[in-house]
């Protein structure tokens, strides 16, 4: 039995991503959700594996999504960028040189 395979295509003009899920040759055609009552365990919708929900997030990035904040890539520049800014001014006020 294959894992199953979702790809992902962002459809700009309408501001949305579509997924296409696939698994032994068969496609998802429709997701139907269902009410479950307060309290009790929700239902898998769908389960992944590591290697496919890295794959699933490598889709995503190539269509353009970036963590939105604090973790990962972005989160990590914003850290640097900022420790940067405050090693610069610490070098320059230890060095009498006004940062112009």
Not at 51 to 64: I, K, N, S, Y
Not at 78 to 86: G, Q
Request: with cysteine; charged share 25%; hydrophobic share 35%.
């Amino acid at each position: 039995m294959n894992s199953p395979e979702v790809h992902c295509h962002w459809v700009p003009e309408a501001s949305r991503v579509d997924f296409i899920i696939r698994h032994d040759g068969d496609y998802v055609k429709n997701m139907l959700f269902a009410n479950v009552p307060e309290g009790q365990m929700a239902p898998t919708a769908m389960s992944l594996s590591e290697l496919e929900t890295q794959a699933l997030m490598d889709r995503l990035w190539r269509c353009g999504f970036r963590p939105t904040e604090g973790t990962g890539s972005a989160g990590s520049l914003r850290a640097t960028e900022k420790h940067l800014e405050d090693m610069r001014t610490i070098a320059f006020d230890s060095l009498g040189i006004k940062d112009g």
